[in-house]
């Protein structure tokens, strides 16, 4: 446990084949833990080996997105990938997933990802808190709905077991969800982007998006409907004062 926010040693898992995103994703998290650039050391998987890898070095995990993997996919790290969160699960080491790292934690301990780009979400959208998540305690001082940023074309139709529905979106049931017995959360929706630097990703991964935005008229809507979202702006640094700090 840090003993205080400057000890914090985050580590952030990346699968990212784009050096320009992979570095963007990085700033983000900086951005919204409000770490210091050097406590924030990154793993791209799609580039790295996480045999080696010593969670015991780190205070929390956070597992980002992954604009050119599918949550779905069986790529050769994958596997490792899901031990390592079942490991950090089972240590109960503070783990915070954004969007595929959402689906990724899910996947990881016996959830349903599918891959369904007819119900993408894509640009600043509706996110409606649950009875548990009124009360969760990260969630607590948020109003009953709020905007947050999202893009994906996966989703977690079954939550694992021993899992809590914090959050649904108008399609979306499992919009943000905790583990029970450990201090592990998810969000489908960008935890980590505010509606700049959600522009610049959907700018970035728009070849990625075109069952979700076909057209240019529904591509330029969805740049048009991002918006800030006051709310998100401090999940993950709230989340490092309940969890890792004060804990």
Same mark, same amino acid.
């Given at each position: 446990?840090?003993?205080?926010?400057?000890?914090?040693?985050?580590?952030?898992?990346?699968?990212?084949? +784009?050096?320009?995103?992979?570095?963007?994703?990085?700033?983000?998290?900086?951005?919204?833990?409000?770490?210091?650039?050097?406590?924030?050391?990154?793993?791209?998987?799609?580039?790295?080996?996480l045999a080696e890898l010593d969670l015991d070095q780190y205070d929390v995990l956070f597992i980002g997105g992954a604009g050119e993997y599918s949550a779905t996919g069986e790529y050769p790290w994958m596997s490792h990938l899901l031990e390592l969160v079942q #490991?950090?699960?089972?240590?109960?080491?503070?783990t915070f997933g954004s969007c595929w790292g959402h689906q990724v934690i899910a996947r990881a301990l016996g959830g349903t990802v599918i891959h369904d780009p007819a119900l993408s979400e894509m640009g600043c959208l509706l996110v409606i808190l649950t009875e548990a998540g009124k009360i969760d305690r990260l969630f607590t001082d948020f109003p009953a709905s709020f905007r947050a940023?999202?893009?994906?074309?996966?989703?977690? #139709?079954?939550?694992?077991?021993?899992? *809590?529905?914090?959050?649904?979106?108008? +399609? @979306?049931?499992?919009?943000?969800f905790r583990m029970q017995d450990a201090p592990m959360y998810g969000t489908q929706f960008h935890s980590e982007l505010d509606a700049h630097r959600e522009r610049e990703r959907l700018i970035r991964y728009r070849p990625l998006y075109k069952a979700a935005m076909p057209s240019?008229?529904?591509? @330029?809507? *969805?740049?048009?409907?991002?918006?800030? +979202? #006051?709310?998100?702006?401090?999940?993950m640094h709230d989340f490092l004062l309940k969890f890792v700090v004060s804990e």
């Open positions: 446990m840090a003993k205080s926010f400057s000890d914090i040693r985050a580590l952030l898992i990346q699968a990212r084949n +784009t050096p320009d995103m992979e570095a963007q994703e990085q700033d983000c998290f900086v951005e919204r833990t409000r770490l210091d650039s050097s406590q924030l050391f990154s793993l791209n998987i799609a580039q790295s080996d #490991t950090a699960y089972e240590n109960k080491l503070p940023n999202m893009g994906h074309h996966d989703r977690v #139709t079954e939550l694992p077991d021993g899992a *809590v529905q914090l959050a649904v979106s108008e +399609t @979306q049931p499992n919009e943000a240019e008229e529904v591509y @330029q809507n *969805v740049i048009a409907s991002l918006a800030e +979202t #006051t709310e998100v702006d401090h999940l």
